[in-house]
Structure formats: C-alpha cells, structure tokens
C-alpha cells in the first residue's frame, strides 16, 4: 500500500529551543493525518491530527502543518522539554482505508 | 475512562506454537485495529474490525487472523509461529462509525517473543 515517510530519523534539540518534525506522505488522496508520540515500553500516543481542509493545527505546545501542494507533514513543538522525548510518528488516512504510519523520528532533547 | 487495555503484556512462545493475544477497547468504541510493530519494519497494520466484522486487513499471511466480540473486545490469533513474528502487537480502538476519520488509541501493546 501507500506509505509514510519521515525525512529525518534521529533529531536532537536542546532543552528550551523549539523542534520540527517532518514527514512526506506519498498518496495525494489521503485526507486525514495524525501524530503520534512513542515512549520506550508505551504505545503510541495520540498528540494531533489534522483533515486535509486545513493547512494549520495548533495545540498545546504542538502545531501541525500540512502542505497538500508538496505532500507534506510537520509537527512543531514548542519550548521543547526533556519529556518530550520519544519517537513521534505521522500516519495518514484515506477514507475507508486503514491508518499507514511512518518509520518514526526518534527527538532526543538535549539539557 | 479506561483506556484500551491488552493481554498479556508480555508472551513467550517457541516456534511452531499458536499464541492469542487479547484487546478490550475503550467503552463505546466499535473499531478495532491491529498493528505489528518491529524495529526493521515499523508499524504494520494487520486488520480492523468493526461491529464483529473485519472492515480492512493488511499484507499479512493467513497465519494471521482476528475476531472481534459483540462487546467490541478483540482477539488475535497466530498460528505456526515464526521466528520473524516476534514484535510488539498493538491493539488501537476508535470510535469510526459512518465518520471514519476519528482518532485511534492504542495499548500498551503485547511483546511478543518466539524462540
């Protein structure tokens, strides 16, 4: 099937600064997208999603851009803190299909 | 609220074997999906169920196999065990009635290892 891909697989950022997360989706009808948040031991944990009638997404501390014109996801984390470590995932969803998820950034945060 | 909650957490089984592993979802969801999750392959979706059907499945072997309860509890089911077939087995359920695009939560996931 269509997959999810991430352009960076390992980022790290210091404690305080803000983090990017990019993702480049490949099939242009997906119409749903979501961030997820991996700890080590945990599940993934649902953080953003955005529809594709939208370009911006804000949070708390999280923003989630989506550019359809070049395919493409971002997750921006705010003031970026030592839990937020993690591997963050993006998944994309087409009506009726199943969620295809990326391979994961793993965000270290640096004190 | 509860979350989605999966049985057991950790599972050790040889090869050859069958394992079931288990998924309650969270009250009044209705959609269930597995997920295998694997350093070299990421997250791959196994199926989804909804309303006791299975509604998608993904690339897998007909080792591989699902059903879901009248009470949206899930299981899943690998028989003939394969070495390969150690990974984390996650469980996400979601709301996804005629609205599909509803978000998914997931378990703890079941670890498990084939020797």
């Known amino acids: 099937g269509e997959s999810v891909g991430l352009h960076l697989p390992t980022l790290s950022v210091q404690e305080g600064d803000n983090s990017i997360i990019n993702c480049a989706y490949s099939n242009s009808a997906s119409d749903y997208f979501i961030w997820y948040k991996q700890e080590s031991g945990k599940g993934p944990q649902f953080i953003i999603d955005?529809?594709?009638?939208?370009d911006k997404r804000q949070g708390q501390r999280v923003t989630v851009l989506l550019n359809k014109t070049v395919k493409h996801l971002s997750l921006q984390i705010a003031a970026t803190q030592p839990g937020d470590s993690a591997v963050y995932f993006c998944?994309?969803?087409?009506?009726?299909?199943?969620?295809?998820f990326g391979p994961g950034t793993r965000l270290s945060v640096l004190p | 609220k509860a979350g989605v909650t999966q049985t057991p957490r950790y599972l050790i089984k040889t090869r050859g074997q069958q394992v079931t592993l288990s998924c309650s979802p969270i009250s009044g969801h209705r959609s269930v999906s597995w997920y295998q999750q694997t350093p070299g392959q990421g997250l791959q979706f196994l199926f989804e169920?909804?309303?006791?059907?299975?509604?998608n499945k993904g690339n897998f072997p007909g080792r591989f196999s699902g059903r879901q309860f009248s009470n949206s509890r899930s299981e899943m089911n690998v028989s003939t065990l394969e070495l390969g077939d150690s990974a984390l087995y996650l469980c996400a359920s979601s709301l996804a009635g005629d609205e599909r695009h509803t978000e998914a939560f997931f378990g703890q996931g079941t670890r498990l290892t084939v020797v």
């Open positions: 955005i529809r594709s009638n939208m």
């Open positions: 169920y909804f309303s006791e059907t299975q509604r």
């Open positions: 998944a994309e969803n087409y009506y009726g299909q199943n969620f295809v």
